[in-house]
């Protein structure tokens, strides 16, 4: 006698409703994402990762000046390893450069980080702008 | 063996039982609980994951570690009052070796903030319990009174009975529909969780085209089905003959891979992987995870 046989079988041959109920409604479930996914896939481009960064705060620190930055990628690639440079701008001469490396910035999506100068940018220019990143 | 005799005995037994018991769920919460104590990625969650949410997670918690401790436990459990008891000593467990296996690895030492070793402890304490009540499970399988209870194969309906009262994994499961979803809903999660601080979860799904993730969709439900019904393993779920094969893969399997799916979003939630995500990437972190997140759910039905 086989170990299968000793067990009873959680299966019956007359399931409740709810039981059906549930089935039909997690595959219509999964066909909407299947579909979703498969919408992308046809009408998905293939384009090369663009950023679009924003500053969104500056405040002062003990070391200098932190520059809160988001970005965006706007394409449907991933970027990885983006590293985004920070410049204080005084006319055409940049007075501070500092960088900061953003692991991932997905398709589509924001991700968010910081600069830190250590002086005072006050009334100069500030530019910070993606300047590298690698395919994931 | 008569049942009266039985009860005398364990009762003669109980201290020692107790102690086998609880030794078992500390080697459980070992087993399975060392490849998340020795995960970075987890280290780091646990001082900087948003707190509500690790809160929520040690919360959602409670009742799946209830459920596994009624259902496989490492002690014999009839009343649910018994099953809180042994659902708390697990969390405890999981704690402790949790915090033991931690200050051991020098990830803990004096002199951090306590914010951090709380939140440490307590993330990897959610496997942990969970394995302690697992442990129960996978280790003691064969203690002497179920190695009775299979050789008496004779005896068949008497053993099953028998085996829902005397010992902790009863020979006969009663799988009511929604234990069994619960079930898969512990497995799901329980993999996921091994998997789902890691960074390749989000590189897997970089890498992957739209394509790759309809394929992984298939290929996760196809296993979760092969598992349960085409590989004969131990407990194998049969259905009645003449059933069609689609009953069991729209009642059990489907459900089962929206379970694992949801799990999946549940824990990179927790994890803070979908934060400022789009939709359709966070959609492909959740499959990627669902697949191992359904085969865990597949696998809670077979082994547990």
Known sequence: ?136 | MSKSMQRGRSKAQEPRTFLVGLGRGAAGALLFGIPMLMTMELWELGFYMERHRLFLLLLANVPLLIFLADRVGFERTTTLMQACRDANIAYGLGVLMSAGILILFGDIKIGMPFSEIVGKIALQAVPASIGALLGRSQLGGSSDDQGDERSDVSNNGDAAARGDDEDAVPDKLSTSYAQELMLMAVGALFLSLNVAPTEEIVLISFKMTPWHALATMIISIGIMHAFVYVVAFKGTHEMPAGTPWWHAFFRFTLPGYVVSMSISFFVLWTFGRLDAVASTQALMFVIVLSFPGSIGAAAARLIL
């Open chain 1, 1 to 136: 006698m086989t170990e299968i046989s000793r067990r009873p079988h959680s299966e019956r041959k007359d399931p409740h409703w709810v039981e059906w109920a549930v089935g039909i409604v997690s595959a219509l479930l999964i066909l909407t994402v299947m579909a979703w996914v498969g919408f992308e896939a046809i009408t998905e481009e293939d384009q090369s990762p663009s950023f679009r960064t924003t500053i969104i705060g500056k405040n002062a620190i003990g070391s200098g000046v932190r520059v809160e930055f988001e970005i965006d990628n706007l394409s449907t690639r991933t970027a990885a390893a983006v590293v985004v440079r920070g410049e204080v701008r005084d006319g055409n001469t940049v007075v501070e450069l500092a960088e900061a490396t953003i692991d991932y910035v997905p398709a589509q999506s924001k991700s968010s980080g910081a600069i830190i100068f250590s002086t005072d940018p006050g009334e100069k220019a500030v530019w910070v702008r993606a300047v590298g990143y690698s395919d994931p």
